[in-house]
C-alpha cells in the first residue's frame, strides 16, 4: 500500500521560509517521478514543482520559479519543497504525489500521477 505523508507547513509572515517534506511508503521510491501541487480555496489544484526519478530532472511553475526548491532523497523515500520569499498568494494547501516512471521526464499535470498524500496547510500572513 502506497502512503504519501506531507510534514512542514505552517503559519509564516511575507517573506518568510518554510521547508515541506513528503515522506513515502513506497517500494522503489527512485522509480517514481514526484512532483507538489496546491489548493487554494475556491481554486482548482495547480502544479508547483516536480522533479524526475533520479533527481536530475526539475520543474517549476512561473510564479514560484527562483524562489522554491524541489529536491529528493531516495535513500530516504523523501521529496522536499523548499519555499523561500513566500507570498500570501502561495498560501494553500500543498500536496505530494507520485507517479511510476522509467524515465527522466517531470510531470506537470495533476492527472498523470498515481498517488497522493494528505496535504498539508500553509498560511502566509502578516
Known amino acids: 500500500q502506497v502512503q504519501l505523508v506531507e510534514s512542514g507547513g505552517g503559519l509564516v509572515q511575507p517573506g518568510g521560509s518554510l521547508r515541506l517534506s513528503c515522506a513515502a511508503s513506497?517500494?522503489?521510491?527512485?522509480?517514481?517521478?514526484m512532483g507538489w501541487f496546491r489548493q487554494a480555496p475556491g481554486k482548482a489544484r495547480e502544479f508547483v514543482a516536480a522533479?524526475?526519478?533520479?533527481?536530475?530532472?526539475?520543474d517549476y511553475t512561473r510564479s514560484v520559479k527562483g524562489r522554491f526548491t524541489i529536491s529528493r532523497n531516495n535513500a530516504e523515500n523523501t521529496v522536499y519543497l523548499q519555499m523561500n520569499s513566500l507570498k500570501p498568494e502561495d498560501a494553500a494547501v500543498y500536496y505530494c504525489a507520485a507517479k511510476r516512471s522509467w524515465s527522466v521526464y517531470v510531470f506537470p499535470r495533476a492527472y498523470e500521477y498515481d498517488y497522493w498524500g494528505q496535504g498539508t496547510q500553509v498560511t502566509v500572513s502578516s
Open positions: 513506497i517500494r522503489a521510491f527512485s522509480t517514481y517521478a
Open positions: 522533479i524526475s526519478t533520479t533527481g536530475g530532472n526539475t
